[in-house]
């Protein structure tokens, strides 16, 4: 009996830590809408930015880069262009994350302006969006905006806080 019980009580734990886990996600590199090429590289480096945002806040699990390449390679067509929910969704699945990030960057002449998504694998739907305009200089203001924003959206306000705070001044 007392050992039914301590296995009943393991499970129950067990489930409670699996919800509160933090979330598994895959950040994708933004697609780049621009004549300049010296934008060329724009879109990665600001998805590695981001990715590092949501990382450092310790509220998500994120997909390994090298993995995550790998299998959205495998999908390269279907998120070509512009990717829609259903393909980012499918991307998920294969990555078994619960959220994929995407966006695209506009270059305005001096203005970026960066559109950020967070699609749910499980419903394709987009479960998140936010913009954020600037300067490409302000890219630190700008992925720190956009990490706390998508926080929030995941329901990690407390880490959202943190992260869009400015770093300290040297």
């Known amino acids: 009996m007392k050992r039914r019980l301590a296995l009943c009580l393991l499970a129950i734990a067990s489930s409670l830590a699996a919800l509160h886990a ?28 981001f990715s590092t945002q949501l990382e450092l806040s310790k509220a998500v699990t994120l997909v390994d ?8 390679g495998e999908l390269e067509f279907a998120l070509s262009g512009a990717a829609d929910e259903q393909s980012a969704a499918q991307a998920g699945k294969l990555l078994s994350v619960k959220y ?14 960066v559109n950020l998504s967070m699609v749910d694998v499980e419903t394709g739907e987009v479960a998140w969006g936010d913009k954020a ?18 926080l929030r959206g995941i329901g990690a306000g407390t880490a959202a806080v943190a992260v869009a705070a400015p770093p300290p001044k040297a």
């Open 133 to 150: 305009l600037g300067k490409l200089s302000d890219y630190d203001a700008i992925t720190r905006k956009l990490a706390a924003s998508a």
């Open 22 to 49: 933090a979330p598994k996600v895959a950040v994708g590199d933004f697609k780049v809408t621009s004549d300049d090429p010296k934008l060329k590289y724009v879109g990665k480096g600001l998805s590695e930015m």
């Open 65 to 72: 880069r090298s993995r995550r390449e790998a299998l959205l």
């Open 100 to 113: 994929l990030f995407f966006g695209e960057i506009v270059d305005m002449a001096g203005t970026i302006l």
